[in-house]
């Protein structure tokens, strides 16, 4: 039962649980994750080492960092940030999820410490990070205000707080919802409700309310030609915000 106040929607999460088995499968349900994660490790990457003075170069250049991946699912993001030195905590309501990414991790011989749970089930004081990841998951909360809060509160001073997500536009309703899940069915139908998409002057709204500093913001577009996500200034579909605490 999800508790008075929690930001996890029951609706979203067995959405997800009926997709956990598929991961790992480039060619499965979460095609468009697997494609899109090479240019998501370079932005995180690139960001993380220019803002804690990190040398790019070698092969574990974010050493030393603790990073938390909300709603980590089966561990796209999680895996890689781990073998670049990272020490990475994920969470995510499904459990199903976290199963498949333990096991996942076990095979890939890589040490993640998998939690299952929300964001706020973290957020009593007792644990901080370097940086708080948020990718592909506060279209899918009960509440962004009560989200971002949770974040920031696990984020340490100086810290940063990413978050990517998908525009609340009728070129993201297009693009998003029609082409990916009934045109071209990237995506099982239903996956996205457009209404729960966010602005990025609501999500700079939020992360204020949370004692957070919008730092900078990147837009992701998609080329169907050459079948390759890229980033950009476009920030109509899909894009990344960046934010720092104080």
Do not use: Q
Not at 188 to 209: I, M, N, Q, Y
């Amino acid at each position: 039962m999800v508790s008075p106040g929690s930001t996890v929607d029951p609706a979203e999460i067995e959405k997800f649980r009926r997709m956990a088995e598929e991961w790992w499968d480039p060619r499965g349900k979460y095609r468009p994750l697997h494609r899109l994660n090479p240019v998501r490790l370079h932005f995180l990457k690139d960001l993380l080492c220019r803002h804690f003075g990190r040398t790019p170069d070698g092969d574990r250049p974010l050493a030393g960092l603790r990073l938390l991946d909300i709603g980590c699912g089966g561990g796209l993001v999680a895996e890689p940030l781990t073998r670049l030195g990272a020490e990475v905590v994920g969470i995510d309501a499904t459990a199903r999820n976290i199963e498949v990414a333990r096991l996942h991790a076990a095979e890939s011989g890589l040490a993640i410490d998998y939690r299952h749970g929300a964001a706020e089930d973290l957020a009593d004081g007792s644990e901080a990070f370097d940086a708080v990841l948020a990718l592909e998951i506060v279209e899918h909360v009960a509440s962004l205000d009560a989200f971002l809060a949770a974040s920031a509160c696990l984020t340490k001073p100086c810290g940063l707080v990413v978050v990517a997500t998908l525009n609340r536009t009728l070129k993201a309703f297009a693009l998003a919802i029609v082409g990916a899940e009934y045109v071209l069915g990237w995506l099982p139908k239903g996956t996205h409700d457009w209404r729960k998409f966010v602005r990025p002057s609501e999500l700079e709204a939020g992360f204020r309310a949370a004692g957070l500093v919008l730092a900078e913001t990147s837009g992701v577009s998609y080329n169907p030609l050459l079948d390759r996500w890229s980033l950009g200034g476009d920030l109509d579909v899909n894009y990344i915000a960046v934010a720092t605490k104080a």
